[in-house]
């Protein structure tokens, strides 16, 4: 089993910044990717950006050029550094794992987090 234990969401007016963290906990072997998606109401859930096990990211066009993810691979954590925040940004932010476990040998999972809310305000 993964726990993914996100943090880091809130209230900023536009043009503001926030830092989303996201910590994955389980008898994990390999983390092959970690990502953020959001939601906004009534939308579906789209990706934010990904890294993955070598360090290759992708980013939502929307999002280049304003966001960055990285992550520590000894601490199995993701970040997302989002600067010049717009309204259109709000949504919840969720985390996504894709990793390969210790028990069952060599199993894949993946995971989603639990969200967290980031609201940009005009």
């Known amino acids: 089993q993964v726990q993914l234990v996100e943090s880091g969401g809130g209230l900023v007016q536009t043009g503001g910044s926030l830092r989303l963290s996201c910590a994955a906990f389980g008898n994990i072997i390999s983390i092959n990717e970690m990502g953020w998606y959001r939601q906004a109401p009534g939308k579906q859930r789209e990706l934010v950006a990904l890294?993955?096990?070598?360090?290759?990211?992708n980013y939502a066009d929307s999002v280049k050029g304003r966001f960055t993810i990285s992550r520590d691979t000894a601490k199995n954590t993701v970040y997302l550094q989002m600067n010049s925040l717009k309204p259109e940004d709000s949504a919840v932010y969720y985390c996504n794992t894709k990793v390969t476990m210790r028990v069952p040998p060599w199993s894949r999972r993946e995971d989603w987090g639990q969200g967290t809310q980031v609201t940009v305000s005009s």
């Open positions: 890294i993955t096990n070598i360090g290759r990211t």
